[in-house]
């Protein structure tokens, strides 16, 4: 306190009045005003928020990894800013250095301060999380410098796959030798897409080419699903990669073909009955493995109770108590979806041979970071910057699941969850929701009743 009042005492002196940088009053809103360097912090707040919530998954993470290790020398044989501590550090900075900007008394130095050490903290961030020494080792280039590792005459399908991680990750499977299947809800962009990756991939990798196939699948309408299997998936698919999903919601109507909320009617619903026609089909095999991008915001995902109490399970699976187009419920109620989808396909049929995997992907800069219409000229270049600088590129994002690909059975391959660095995350540290195996075996029979009423002629609308 007396270091502020001194500090207080000279910002007001003459001499600092006269050198200091003045920031005009901007406009004010309640008798508060907004200078140059509130309006940078307002601004900044949520790109504060955001990190810290995106980022606290991979921090909670290293230090799960860490501690249980009992070896204290662990933290220190990192370089420092590899160090989960430091990042925990970093973040309880960020934030005690925002909240105390926010309170200023008229001090300019005090905010600046803040707003410069607020940047240095985001610009940091991405370093410590995504060191060398922690990112998932599954890299395309590790792997490619790898004799050993290779996906000659293997058939891969990714839904979702063209962009984000997950053509990330049909690019890494090309590389390797797969053969590709880039399923995509449109037939010009997976073409685009694909050529894309064929030429990227050009230079000589001293390995047998791939091959790729894009093809249409909307995996917001039965009919697309039952159309592709029926006259586009392969014989046999050895890793199928059920990819495909969205962050922000699309355009209204936020429902499906049939009727569903559309969070959960693609990104779950959808994936079910394609994994269902492959089994049926004998396209997958115990010879496969699948894998499910779920997120760290299935943690926060949560049903109805409706799921439990009506005997179809209807009552809010089309949006009707949803809170459509909210981050914390729809979105996380999808990718719960996904995590406990993957849990009980495997309780079911890991005893063929089939291996099942989920897995959050980690902070990763993607195309679902789009900005609303009416800001996008102003907004999405802000937007694009931050991404860029605080979270993974598409290529360390899809290490997560190229690792619940490639690596060991008993690793990955049993229901397992990885978390964003790419360790299986212990059911201890898992949401309630998550291993509630009640939950897991309701949402398949309701996910079977689902199906079936399409199968059966119900119609999209048939409640």
């Not at 060398?132 to 395309?140: A, T």
């Not at 962009?189 to 047998?208: F, G, H, V």
């Amino acid at each position: 306190n007396d270091t502020l009042t001194s500090l207080d005492r000279y910002i007001s002196s003459p001499s600092w009045q006269r050198l200091r940088i003045s920031f005009p009053a901007m406009f004010k809103v309640g008798g508060f005003v907004f200078t140059f360097e509130r309006v940078i912090l307002v601004l900044g707040s949520p790109f504060l928020v955001h990190a810290c919530l995106f980022r606290f998954d991979e921090v909670l993470s290293l230090v799960l990894k860490v501690l249980p290790s009992n070896d204290i020398g662990a933290v220190y044989r990192q370089s420092i800013l590899s160090s989960p501590l430091l990042v925990l550090y970093q973040i309880g900075v960020c934030i005690v250095s925002y909240l105390y900007a926010l309170s200023w008394r008229r001090s300019n130095l005090k905010s600046m301060c803040a707003l410069v050490l607020f940047a240095i903290t985001l610009a940091t961030l991405k370093q410590c999380v995504d060191g060398v020494s922690f990112l998932p080792p599954f890299s395309r280039e590790g792997l490619l410098s790898s004799p050993a590792v290779s996906m000659q005459g293997r058939t891969v399908l990714i839904t979702g796959s063209n962009s984000g991680v997950g053509f990330a990750t049909a690019t890494t499977m090309y590389a390797l030798g797969a053969n590709v299947i880039m399923a995509c809800r449109s037939q010009s962009r997976c073409d685009s897409a694909a050529e894309k990756i064929k030429l990227e991939q050009r230079s000589p990798n001293n390995r047998p080419g791939g091959s790729i196939i894009p093809v249409t699948l909307d995996l917001s309408s039965f009919d697309s699903i039952d159309s592709f299997v029926k006259n586009n998936s392969p014989r046999s698919i050895e890793y199928l990669f059920l990819n495909a999903g969205f962050a922000t919601p699309p355009p209204k109507p936020w429902v499906t073909t049939e009727g569903y909320e559309v969070a959960l009617g693609t990104m779950h619903f959808g994936h079910f009955f394609l994994t269902k026609k492959l089994l049926q089909s004998g396209v997958l095999t115990g010879l496969s493995r699948v894998v499910v991008t779920s997120s760290a915001a299935s943690q926060l995902g949560n049903f109805d109770k409706s799921l439990f109490t009506s005997p179809s399970g209807e009552g809010d699976l089309r949006g009707e108590k949803t809170n459509t187009g909210h981050l914390t419920t729809m979105y996380s109620r999808a990718k719960l979806a996904n995590l406990i989808f993957a849990k009980e396909l495997y309780k079911r049929h890991g005893s063929s041979g089939i291996e099942v995997c989920s897995c959050h992907v980690g902070a990763v800069a993607t195309s679902i970071w789009k900005v609303p219409d009416g800001l996008k000229d102003f907004l999405q270049p802000v937007v694009d910057w931050y991404v860029s600088k605080v979270m993974r590129n598409l290529e360390e994002g899809s290490r997560v699941m190229v690792r619940c690909a490639l690596d060991r059975k008993e690793v990955v391959g049993e229901g397992h969850y990885l978390d964003g660095m790419g360790f299986a995350r212990q059911e201890m540290f898992l949401s309630s929701n998550s291993k509630d195996e009640e939950l897991a075996k309701r949402l398949w029979e309701v996910s079977d009743l689902v199906v079936a009423r399409y199968e059966a002629g119900g119609g999209a609308k048939h409640m």
